[in-house]
């Protein structure tokens, strides 16, 4: 969702997807454009920060209970709302704020049950489905636990895609407070479950 947003806003540049922004980066230095590489390369940079971030509040790259996730999702959310409010006031800066929001997210769950997820970008969901797929044509025995995490994160970017598109061309920047409130309740809940003495 916020890929969409930021892709649909008035810089028209993705925040999530490095492989885009880092062949725009070398297009912009080819080319001889100082203003519009740095710009690109703060992005690059704030999705960087946002996964050192993470590192260092979750401390870890396997999804765990009783990890500091709450904590890591606040963050995400201020982040997301100063993207909003920077957006608003048609700063470059929002750009920089919502990369490292998408950074910081997709850092915490970087690995669950064994497999690495990446929730900013499907390009890994599309490549092990299709793994997968060939395996089946072949006879080979298939992890259907995994499948369905790979339709899962597909879905899930393609439903936040569609939700990100359809609220921008209504609302514009203020979409952005769907996914700030989820990160928020998320953070809520979450340490509300550590709170009630639950663990792993």
């Not at 001889?32 to 996964?51: D, E, M, Q, S, Y």
């Not at 089946?136 to 636990?145: E, F, H, K, N, S």
Request: with cysteine; hydrophobic share 50%; charged share 10%.
């Amino acid at each position: 969702m916020v890929n969409v947003i930021g892709l649909l806003g008035f810089d028209h540049q993705a925040v999530t997807h490095l492989t885009g922004s880092t062949s725009l980066f070398a297009e912009a230095l080819a080319e001889g454009l100082p203003v519009k590489a740095l710009h690109i390369a703060a992005i690059i940079g704030a999705f960087f920060v946002g996964t050192v971030v993470s590192g260092m509040v979750v401390k870890d790259s396997v999804l765990q209970l009783g990890r500091p996730y709450g904590i890591a999702l606040l963050l995400e959310s201020v982040l997301l709302l100063l993207a909003m409010v920077l957006f608003n006031g048609r700063h470059a800066a929002g750009m920089y704020a919502a990369a490292c929001a998408s950074g910081l997210q997709n850092a915490m769950v970087s690995t669950y049950s064994g497999t690495v997820v990446r929730t900013t970008h499907i390009s890994g969901m599309f490549t092990d489905l299709g793994i997968f797929v060939g395996h089946w044509l072949r006879g080979v025995p298939v992890d259907l636990r995994r499948v369905r995490l790979c339709f899962s994160v597909i879905g899930g970017f393609l439903v936040g895609g569609l939700a990100g598109a359809f609220l921008f061309h209504r609302i514009e920047f203020q979409a952005l407070w769907l996914p700030i409130g989820i990160t928020a309740i998320g953070a809520i809940g979450y340490r509300r479950y550590e709170q009630v003495g639950v663990r792993p």
